[in-house]
């Protein structure tokens, strides 16, 4: 009687196993995405800043691929204000993600290893 319920059990932990480990890797996945877009918004703010101190008349090109394109200053400025926006919309909506993948994950590993009374290796999210 003993061996079905230690099969259920091991199915149970092997299922769990595998959660784990899938949320693990878009918790990394997301944490990485959040930290290129905050270079990116950083990079973009301190951009902006130096833009600022130039005159109105300054020459300014943008970089696209292999060539410069004139630009005025007032659509420089307007682009890495985009930038700034959109990466930081981006980024709440990662940790948002982020929140609910761990609390998915420590959830469900609460709930297994509840009601089998022992104790899983790794049962909490890492990235929480």
């Not at 595998?18 to 918790?27: F, G, P, R």
């Not at 905050?38 to 800043?49: E, P």
Request: hydrophobic share 35%; with cysteine.
């Amino acid at each position: 009687m003993a061996a079905p319920i230690d099969l259920e059990l091991k199915k149970a932990f092997a299922e769990l196993q595998s959660k784990m480990i899938d949320t693990q890797q878009k918790a990394k996945l997301a944490d990485l995405q959040i930290d290129q877009l905050t270079r990116m918004k950083k990079h973009a703010n301190l951009t902006h800043a130096e833009i600022k101190t130039l005159p109105d008349n300054t020459r300014m090109y943008e970089g696209v691929g292999r060539m410069f394109i004139l630009q005025s200053k007032e659509d420089i400025n307007t682009q890495l204000t985009y930038k700034q926006k959109t990466a930081d919309e981006k980024i709440k909506e990662l940790e948002l993600v982020l929140s609910h993948h761990c609390n998915s994950h420590t959830d469900s590993g609460e709930a297994k290893v509840e009601s089998s009374k022992e104790d899983v290796p790794g049962a909490h999210c890492e990235g929480c």
